[in-house]
């Protein structure tokens, strides 16, 4: 190996690593650019808002009163089968699934997005690297909100010591008093909405899942029905304002001509395999 060879061997971390953090930064920049469209057309109006927050509130509370303390005593009636199925349906509201698959997908992607791959290579892998940082974002800025609010409710879960007559331990950061709201169900309804807005198509089997893991969870004694539906409010409204950020950025989003929300058009799959593998075709030629 000549020492100009040597030389570049030894360059290619510091280049990789530049690389990959100029690519992280210009994408956090682009979150933070000045919106394209008024925020009118997307947030939520405040009175809307209040509304939604005080039927939300009433309906949990409603739960609690009627239905909170039968559910708890009738899962220990259900078939065994039963019990087992809501575990394996549980999982899928685990946040790790989203945030670790999408974390590394991103990171991936500011690793090989380079203008030498050509401009409709780098395009493709920035229009995915906007995608999958949009679902990443909206479950996990929801999920982040919802593990911090549950532990400083500090309400008692369902399974807790027999006997025990605590029901609220505010401010507490155990995990036996982090049932209200239901970590798994923010994430199923986080995620239904952020892969719903997406594609459309897999909107209604998404929710399909989602409600399932919140039935799953008071099944298994993790939380009561009270619970999972403030989480399932939150994870979908948290989607709903990181989805309304972005679009009004023109980010992955925009607005049709009657106001309405929609996704742009993603890369096909034979672009984004292009795209993949486009630096290895140039380095040939």
Known sequence: MTATGANNADDRPARF???????????????????????????????????????????????????????????????????????????????????????????????????????????????????????????????????????????ARPDRVPGEDIFFAPFSWSNSFASLPSGHSTTAFATAVALGALFPRIRVPMFVLAAGVAVSRVIQGAHYPSDVLAGAVLGTFGALLVRAWFVSRGLGFGLTADGRVQPFAGPSWRRIRSALWAEKRVSRQ
């Open 17 to 155: 690593l530049g690389r990959l953090g100029m690519n992280l930064r210009a994408w956090i920049a682009a979150l933070f650019r000045q919106p394209r469209v008024s925020d009118w057309h997307l947030w939520f109006p405040p009175g809307r808002l209040a509304i939604g927050a005080v039927l939300t509130l009433l309906a949990v509370t409603a739960l609690m009163l009627i239905a909170d303390a039968s559910a708890a005593a009738g899962r220990k009636t259900l078939p065994v089968w039963v019990g087992a199925a809501a575990e394996l349906i549980s999982e899928a509201g685990r946040s790790a699934w989203i945030l670790v698959s999408t974390g590394v997908a991103l990171l991936v992607l500011a690793a090989v997005a380079t203008p030498a791959r050509g401009r409709m290579a780098y395009g493709v892998i920035n229009a995915l690297a906007v995608r999958i940082g949009f679902v990443f974002l909206a479950v996990g800025v929801p999920g982040l909100v919802i593990a911090i609010v549950k532990r400083l409710i500090g309400r």
